[in-house]
Nanobody, 128 residues
Framework: VQLQASGGGSVQAGGSLRLSCTASGHTFSRSDMGWFRQTPGNDRQWVANFRRNNGRAYYADSVKGRFTISRDNAMNTVYLQMNNLKPEDTAVYSC??????????????????????WGQGTLVTVSS
């Protein structure tokens, strides 16, 4: 299984980026999907999650109303649309997936250890 994240870049505050995460050897429609971010010296921080059983999206308070997670099953791709970006959003963003058919319990979806597969990360830099 390989997850490939892309779409990072440098933008000014208030700008937008759309991250993509594409899988090979894995079917996203049968997995819970998450996006995390990490800055140097810090642990991975949960950003958003898309649950396969109910099709609902969940967001960290820091990004709620600005970020949107979505999934294109035909393309086997998960997206993270990021609008109104702030300098504090600067981080390496990574996508993560549960094993096919495995549900991550709601209380664990913010825990990076609950996910089975990870992409390599894409850097987002937001300047003020």
């Amino acid at each position: 299984v390989q997850l490939q994240a892309s779409g990072g870049g440098s933008v000014q505050a208030g700008g937008s980026l759309r991250l993509s995460c594409t899988a090979s050897g894995h079917t996203f429609s049968r997995s819970d999907m998450g996006w995390f971010r990490q800055t140097p010296g810090n642990d991975r921080q949960w950003v958003a999650n898309f649950r396969r059983n109910n099709g609902r999206a969940y967001y960290a308070d820091s990004v709620k109303g600005r970020f949107t997670i979505s999934r294109d099953n035909a393309m086997n791709t998960v997206y993270l649309q990021m609008n109104n970006l702030k300098p504090e959003d600067t981080a390496v963003y990574s996508c993560a997936a549960s094993g096919e058919g495995r549900q991550i319990i709601l209380s664990a979806m913010t825990n990076p250890h609950a996910y089975d597969f990870w992409g390599q990360g894409t850097l987002v830099t937001v300047s003020s």
